[in-house]
C-alpha cells in the first residue's frame, strides 16, 4: 500500500535524522516538554457524517511527554547564521497516551427497531499509546524566536507530520439480551462475529499511523513557551476501536482521531 511505504519512509528518515544529530550535540540545541488536551475519535461507532460520531461524542482525554532537537544552538549563537533548514525545521520525538468511551450516534442508533436497540446497548472504549515523531516547519525563523531578542516576537505558528507506532488495546461492551457481546444476535449484524466472523474483536494489538498537524507556540519566559496545536492523526489498522466490518460497503476508511492540545515546553539549552 502506497501510503504505508511512505509512513514507513519517513518514519525511519526522522529516526535517522533524529540519531545522527545527537552525536553532533555543539551546534544543536534542546527542549522538553508535557501536551494534554482532548482527543475526537472518528471511528466505527456511529454514524459516517454524524456530528456526535465524529466531534461531538466520542472524545476522550490525552496526555503525553515531548522532546525537541534543533539543528542550531539558538541560545548562544544568535548572531552567527546557519541555514534556512536549521532556521526553520526542527525534530519532535513524542511519547503519549489516550483513551475515549465509545458510543453509537446518529439516526440508526435512534431506531425504536432491534437494530437500534442493539446499537444503543453497544459501547466500547480504546486505549492509546503513541511513541514516534514528527518533523515541524516552522514560518517564523526559530533562531530569532528562540534567542529572545526581538520583544515583539511572540508568537511562532508551524505545520507538522509525521509518523509513529501505536499500541492499542480495545473493549466492547452490550447490554442487549444476554450482555454478552460475543453471544449470536447482541451486536448489530455487521459486527456479529457469528455473522461476519472477525467483524468485531477486544484484542490488543500494534500498528502505524500518519500524523499531520497545525500549531503555534507563544512565548512564556526566557527559556519557556506555551503549545496550542491541532494534530490529525490516521491508523494502519481498522481495529483500534475493536471493530472492522470488512464486508460492509460503508467500511471505507481505518479509524482515525483528531487531538487539540496545550503544552509547555521548556529549553534545555
Not at 455487521?190 to 468485531?200: C, V
Not at 494489538?205 to 507563544?218: C, N, P
Request: hydrophobic content about 35%; aromatic content about 16%; charged content about 20%.
Amino acid at each position: 500500500m502506497f501510503l504505508n511505504k511512505i509512513i514507513k519512509i519517513t518514519a525511519t528518515i526522522l529516526f535517522l535524522i533524529l540519531s545522527l544529530n545527537l552525536n553532533a550535540q555543539s551546534e544543536k540545541s534542546h527542549e522538553i516538554g508535557f501536551i494534554v488536551g482532548s482527543a475526537s475519535f472518528t471511528t466505527d461507532y456511529g454514524q459516517r457524517n454524524n456530528f456526535k460520531a465524529n466531534v461531538g461524542g466520542n472524545v476522550g482525554m490525552g496526555i503525553g511527554v515531548i522532546y525537541y532537537l534543533n539543528f542550531t544552538d539558538y541560545r548562544y549563537r544568535w548572531n552567527q547564521r546557519t541555514s534556512y533548514f536549521a532556521e526553520h525545521f526542527r525534530v519532535r520525538a513524542e511519547a503519549s497516551y489516550m483513551s475515549a468511551e465509545l458510543k453509537h450516534y446518529g439516526e440508526y442508533a435512534e431506531k425504536q427497531s432491534v437494530g437500534g436497540e442493539q446499537l444503543r446497548a453497544h459501547t466500547g472504549k480504546t486505549y492509546l499509546l503513541n511513541l514516534g515523531a514528527q518533523m515541524e516547519f516552522h514560518l517564523v525563523d526559530i533562531v530569532d524566536f528562540g534567542s529572545r531578542r526581538i520583544p515583539d516576537l511572540k508568537w511562532s505558528p508551524y505545520v507538522s507530520a509525521g509518523a509513529f507506532v501505536d499500541y492499542y488495546d480495545p473493549s466492547i461492551k452490550s447490554t442487549y439480551e444476554t450482555g454478552n457481546w460475543e453471544d449470536p444476535g447482541v451486536l448489530f449484524p455487521k459486527w456479529d462475529n457469528n455473522l461476519n466472523p472477525g467483524a468485531s474483536k477486544d484484542e490488543a494489538g500494534i500498528t502505524m499511523s500518519a500524523t499531520f498537524g497545525v500549531g503555534t507556540r507563544y512565548k512564556l519566559g526566557e527559556y519557556s513557551d506555551l503549545l496550542i496545536e491541532s494534530r490529525w492523526q490516521y491508523f494502519l489498522s481498522n481495529y483500534v476501536d475493536g471493530l472492522n466490518a470488512k464486508n460492509d460497503p460503508a467500511n471505507k476508511f481505518n479509524d482515525w482521531l483528531l487531538w487539540v492540545h496545550v503544552g509547555y515546553v521548556y529549553y534545555l539549552n
